[in-house]
């Protein structure tokens, strides 16, 4: 039986940032490059979904000098690039062709976005400015320590769970409170908007909490990042279904449900 060909490709969440402590994408630069390879030798497209650069913590300039044989290679490869919040800046530069707030690949029903969109705390209609803060605190962190914002953020969980019944955050989305704080703010809060998404697509891919995962029968797709050990992407194939793998290994991500 023949192998069904893979048209398209999508990652996100990558913060390409200057190669210094703050950098968390720097760790999985050599199997970032392996990948892109791979995308081309598929002759596949490529689609990063948002936040792409991290331009919250880092200088624009800093971020090309460092990672400017990617940038070129993603221009070779004529990725298109879904705006995130970390890289809300581009927003300033939609006339160019491959940049986007989100994408539906051709002759599909499958709509790509970041996610920030359906996040309270990070929505860039109201609470941006806020949450832009709360990255440079993390940055502060990462400059005494490159793990101690995750150690951070895992404390916070933790903390979360042993007191759920003392408080509710503040940005808590209308999903059930119990279900929400349990798994951490990071996967629940995306379940009405890719609701909403679904009910005109097939399929939905998101990025943004850095959790890959599946849900709503795999229609719900969230891409994970390229900061933590184990990077993700999405696959596409010619019959439009979506798969879920890690890389290098390629070997599928365990499906979830809401």
């Avoid at 800093?62 to 970390?86: F, K």
């Avoid at 891409?223 to 596409?236: A, F, M």
Wanted: net charge positive; proline share 4%.
């Amino acid at each position: 039986m023949a192998k069904t060909r893979i048209t398209d490709y999508i990652v996100s969440d990558t913060h390409l940032a200057d190669g210094g402590r703050r950098d968390d994408f720097k760790k999985n630069k050599k199997e970032f490059k392996s990948f892109l390879r791979f995308v081309q030798k598929q002759k596949a497209r490529l689609t990063i979904a948002g936040d792409f650069l991290e331009l919250w913590q880092t200088n624009p300039v800093a971020i090309a000098g460092t990672y400017s044989d990617i940038l070129n290679e993603l221009i070779a490869m004529r990725a298109r690039i879904v705006i995130g919040n970390h890289d809300y800046y581009l927003t300033h530069f939609r006339k160019l062709k491959f940049l986007c707030d989100s994408y539906t690949i051709p002759g599909t029903r499958i709509i790509i976005k970041h996610g920030h969109q359906f996040d309270r705390f990070n929505d860039p209609e109201r609470l941006m400015h806020l949450a832009r803060l709360a990255a440079l605190s993390g940055g502060v962190m990462e400059d005494i320590h490159p793990d101690l914002d995750d150690k951070a953020m895992d404390f916070l969980q933790r903390l979360r769970k042993n007191f759920n019944a003392a408080f509710r955050p503040a940005w808590a989305p209308g999903t059930q409170r119990k279900e929400y704080l349990a798994r951490g703010g990071n996967f629940s809060e995306y379940l009405r908007g890719a609701q909403a998404l679904l009910k005109k697509y097939d399929y939905c891919i998101l990025g943004h909490t850095h959790q890959p995962g599946t849900a709503f029968g795999g229609r719900y797709v969230n891409s994970g990042s390229w900061t933590s050990k184990k990077p993700t992407y999405v696959e596409v194939d010619a019959n439009a279904q979506c798969t879920l793998r890690y890389w290098p290994s390629r070997r599928r991500v365990r499906p979830t449900s809401p």
